[in-house]
T-cell receptor
Framework: DAGVIQSPRHEVTEMGQEVTLRCKPI?????LFWYRQTMMRGLELLIY????????DSGMPEDRFSAKMPNASFSTLKIQPSEPRDSAVYFC????????????FGNGTRLTVT | RKEVEQDPGPFNVPEGATVAFNCTYS??????FFWYRQDCRKEPKLLMS???SGNEDGRFTAQLNRASQYISLLIRDSKLSDSATYLC??????????????FGPGTSLSVIP
């Protein structure tokens, strides 16, 4: 049974470049979350989708960040232009649309912006 | 006050010891609670859900105290493999009508031989 799949695992890019992170949630899960984790700030929720619709994007840092979910099996998080302070591990997680349903995380994408 | 708070530790305990972590949450209407563990450079993984009556899974026991708004995790007979960061998680869906999943900052545990 496949879990949440994220790609790439690692991304190294130069400041100013566009970065696209990808996520495939667990089949049948209709809630999808993007998190960012750094040593200083811990796990921060960036955006939450339910049934492909963005419900809460209050955690998206600024206009340089955008996220889409064109269908139930795919989501992207894009940073354009990237900055060194965007360096972090980005996690995607999915769950069933039930309060007692736990989140299942992907392996994460480790982003380094130089 | 932060929505979910934990003692960051680190907790350094010898093998075989019993260790307990607490977590406090600010929203008294919160309904769903979880403990996750996260190993270094890995993703968080569900350790256990926390039920109102308390629940146990092997060496791990989780408890919920609604009156004081805290949850706890007890690890008995700790193993070297228990070394990780333990994250307290609260889902505020009951009050927001959507999943608002909030992670605590985590408590670091090191089990020493």
């Amino acid at each position: 049974d496949a879990g949440v799949i994220q790609s790439p695992r690692h991304e190294v890019t130069e400041m100013g470049q566009e970065v696209t992170l990808r996520c495939k949630p667990i089949s049948g899960h209709n809630s999808l979350f993007w998190y960012r984790q750094t040593m200083m700030r811990g796990l921060e929720l960036l955006i939450y989708f339910n049934n492909n619709v963005p419900i809460d994007d209050s955690g998206m840092p600024e206009d340089r960040f955008s996220a889409k979910m064109p269908n139930a099996s795919f989501s992207t998080l894009k940073i354009q232009p990237s900055e060194p302070r965007d360096s972090a591990v980005y996690f995607c997680a999915s769950s069933l649309d039930r309060e007692d349903s736990p989140l299942h995380f992907g392996n994460g994408t480790r982003l380094t912006v130089t | 006050r932060k929505e979910v708070e934990q003692d960051p530790g680190p907790f350094n305990v010898p093998e075989g010891a019993t260790v307990a972590f607490n977590c406090t949450y600010s929203n008294s209407a919160s309904q769903s609670f979880f403990w996750y563990r996260q190993d270094c450079r890995k993703e968080p993984k569900l350790l256990m859900s926390v039920y109102s009556s308390g629940n146990e899974d092997g060496r791990f026991t989780a408890q919920l105290n609604r009156a004081s708004q805290y949850i706890s995790l007890l690890i008995r007979d700790s193993k070297l493999s228990d070394s990780a960061t333990y994250l307290c998680v609260v889902n505020d869906r009951a009050t927001t009508s959507y999943d608002k999943v909030i992670f605590g900052p985590g408590t670091s545990l090191s089990v020493i031989p």
